[in-house]
């Protein structure tokens, strides 16, 4: 089994979905002939849509917690089940479902991480300079965590059917990467002030995520600050 032969499936299952009678009997047919012709079963099928996407961004295999939050609440906005890839040392978040979305998801993080890791840059010069490195450190987590929480709120839960989540646990299971799955822990390293976290929450609540309407617009997907 490989994609090529599931899009050519998939092709002829939604030309059979045509109003025209005789093409929808001839396209599935067709998809059925196929079927048998690579050894696809209609588990197969139903996993076409089904995909993850692996983000571009490295993040530590135990993430501090407003990164931890920022990648679980982009996963809802999208409808996709997050996840963590690890190889050795280095982690990156990942994100499971329909493959339109997942990819989106993936890419909105990339691009709110990035403006996330400027801001945190652009606080901690703002900071004295005799600060020690460790509070310097907490100060810039709390600048963080409310910057996160500022820039998500803005975004609507998009809930994952019962039908989508079987087909992401199923998914899992096919795949013996996922067999070992466990959620990510996440560190949250205790210091900083309100007046940081109240300085990360006003800069980002000037940023707004777009995220596509029923799944259009996928290209226009972006951060506006």
């Not at 135990?62 to 040392?89: D, E, H, N, R, W």
């Not at 096919?174 to 205790?190: G, H, I, M, Q, Y």
């Amino acid at each position: 089994m490989n994609e090529k032969q599931l899009n050519k499936v998939q092709k002829c299952l939604e030309l059979a979905k045509s109003g025209n009678a005789n093409e929808a009997a001839n396209a599935l047919a067709m998809a059925q002939k196929l079927m048998r012709k690579y050894g696809l079963s209609d588990e197969d099928i139903q996993f076409i849509e089904m995909g993850e996407t692996t983000s571009s961004s490295q993040i530590q295999q135990k993430p501090v917690a407003y990164v931890t939050c920022l990648v679980s609440q982009i996963a809802k906005a999208f409808g996709v089940a997050p996840m963590l890839y690890t190889v050795g040392s280095k982690a990156r978040p990942q994100f499971l479902g329909h493959k339109a979305k997942a990819m989106t998801a993936a890419y909105a993080f990339d691009v709110v991480y990035r403006q996330l890791k400027i801001a945190r840059r652009d606080y901690l010069k703002t900071l004295h300079p005799r600060l020690l490195k460790k509070n310097k450190t907490v100060r810039a987590d709390a600048f963080c965590e409310g910057w996160v929480l500022a820039a998500v709120s803005n975004l609507v839960e998009e809930v994952i059917s019962p039908e989508d989540q079987e087909k992401i646990e199923a998914y899992k299971k096919r795949d013996e990467s996922f067999v070992d799955d466990k959620p990510a822990k996440s560190v949250r390293r205790k210091g900083g002030s309100i007046d940081d976290y109240a300085a990360g929450h006003e800069l980002g609540s000037q940023v707004i995520i777009h995220t596509p309407v029923n799944g259009k617009e996928t290209m226009k997907l972006g951060v506006s600050a």
